[in-house]
């Protein structure tokens, strides 16, 4: 599985932003997906995650209420909705498929966010 992440950029303090992960060759049906994100200087940290089924996700406690993980209908892509966002949720932003003991990272996609 090849992962692509995408969607980062600059935005302003309290903006918006949607990340998407998407998958090369192969639906994400059966992976379960999480989110990651690093900041310099600091470890990657987790920030979202999505069961494969869909029906159940997690969230890091800094980032809920405010950020949405979500699939589509074809299970190809899956989605990061980022709301309100805050200079401190800058950091370079991983996707990470789990199945069956396969573990697979895309590379990263860079959000800043300007006070």
């Known amino acids: 599985v090849q992962l692509q992440a995408s969607g980062g950029g600059l935005v302003q303090a309290g903006g918006s932003l949607r990340l998407s992960c998407t998958s090369s060759?192969?639906?994400?049906?059966?992976?379960?997906i999480g989110w990651f994100r690093q900041a310099p200087g600091k470890e990657r940290e987790f920030v979202a995650a999505?069961?494969?089924?869909?029906?159940?996700?997690f969230y890091a406690d800094s980032v809920k209420g405010r950020f949405t993980i979500s699939r589509d209908n074809a299970k190809t892509t899956v989605f990061l909705q980022m709301n309100s966002l805050k200079p401190e949720d800058t950091a370079v932003y991983y996707c990470k498929a789990i199945y069956s003991g396969e573990i697979y990272w895309g590379q990263g996609t860079q959000v800043t966010v300007s006070s």
């Open positions: 999505s069961r494969w089924n869909g029906g159940n996700t």
């Open positions: 060759g192969r639906t994400l049906s059966r992976y379960d």
